[in-house]
């Protein structure tokens, strides 16, 4: 039953393009598969895995905020169709660690690994070469825990579920395995502009 007069919210005319089937959104919902993880900054580290299970580096807090810092002005794009224009990001690129670990050439695929137990696939050429970011700034601000403090992995140019919450690590593959999302029937690449959802997508 649909009330007299009662339409739903109007959706706003975004200011350029955004993807197919997204609306643009002026907030910044909070989506999670899990709680919220709070990881005290003595608590926390960040580790590359070789695909042979080795460490390649590891990293505390402090360690890891001596990295090189960069800054990225992007949109970000959820699979639950709402984009968000102009965010700004602050974090150490992939790039950067690759280097801090002495890693040249890195296996062809990664599986992003959070604190709670979240994961996510990636090919690791969408997250070097400036793509991808261990992030540990919004919009001027340390990350909030609900939004994947104290560090998140940001690959912007894909769905927003790739770019792992309270992140702890990534671990290289030679060949792609579906994250914890991917196992329950998301696309496992997860292109905005081509709307890929969902397997079969």
């Given at each position: 039953m649909?009330?007299?007069g009662f339409f739903g919210r109007r959706r706003e005319t975004p200011p350029r393009p955004i993807?197919?089937?997204q609306y643009l959104e002026r907030g910044f919902p909070v989506l999670t598969a899990g709680p919220t993880q709070?990881?005290?900054?003595?608590?926390w580290s960040f580790t590359l895995v070789g695909a042979d299970g080795e460490p390649l580096g590891e990293w505390t807090w402090e360690q890891f905020r001596s990295l090189p810092e960069t800054e990225i002005f992007t949109d970000i794009h959820?699979?639950?169709?709402?984009?968000?224009?102009?965010?700004?990001?602050?974090?150490?690129?992939?790039?950067?660690?690759?280097?801090a670990a002495g890693v040249t050439e890195?296996?062809?695929?990664?599986?992003a690994f959070s604190y709670g137990g979240y994961t996510t696939n990636l090919p690791t050429w969408d997250v070097i070469e400036g793509r991808g970011m261990v992030a540990f700034e919004f919009d001027g601000?340390?990350?909030?825990?609900?939004?994947?403090?104290?560090?998140?992995?940001?690959v912007p140019h894909l769905y927003f579920w790739k770019s792992a919450k309270w992140l702890r690590g990534i671990r290289f593959m030679p060949q792609d395995q579906p994250g914890f999302w991917e196992q329950y029937g998301y696309h496992m690449y997860g292109d905005p502009w081509k709307e890929q959802r969902y397997w079969g997508d």
């Open positions: 649909v009330t007299r993807p197919p089937g709070r990881v005290p900054l003595d608590q959820c699979v639950t169709k709402w984009s968000k224009l102009d965010t700004t990001w602050k974090g150490v690129t992939i790039d950067d660690l690759l280097i890195p296996p062809a695929y990664l599986m601000q340390p990350i909030a825990p609900e939004h994947g403090g104290p560090a998140r992995l940001v």
